[in-house]
């Protein structure tokens, strides 16, 4: 049982070493993510893995921490670069241009508060 544990544990590493590949050939900063919520699931999993099959409870701990710890990482990222609209969405279409002589357009008005 414990070398099934142990093989599962170096597969879910090689996939590691993949998403390190797709990290230096990402195109954008949402495969890089990615790549980085691969990396800690894939280091959760091998920390539970070695876990069990060493009979070693802190590693559960530690998968733990490092499981909250990839939350916070996702939460931080979407913060800072938002998520992205699709593309049926207004955001997306050509904004209309008002014609400064429509009838209908109100310039803002100036004044002068001296």
């Not at 310039?107 to 002068?112: N, R, S």
């Amino acid at each position: 049982m414990n070398l099934l544990l142990v093989t599962a544990a170096g597969f879910l590493l090689l996939t590691i070493l993949f998403g390190l590949i797709r990290v230096l050939r990402g195109p954008g900063s949402g495969d890089r993510m990615l790549t980085a919520q691969l990396f800690g699931t894939s280091g959760v999993g091998i920390l539970l893995l070695l876990g069990f099959a060493l009979d070693q409870p802190a590693l559960v701990d530690v998968a733990l921490v490092f499981a909250l710890l990839a939350v916070v990482a996702a939460v931080a990222f979407v913060r800072q670069h938002g998520l992205p609209e699709p593309a049926g969405t207004p955001m997306h279409e050509n904004p209309v241009e008002e014609d400064p002589h429509d009838p209908g357009h109100n310039p803002p008005e100036k004044t002068h508060d001296r």
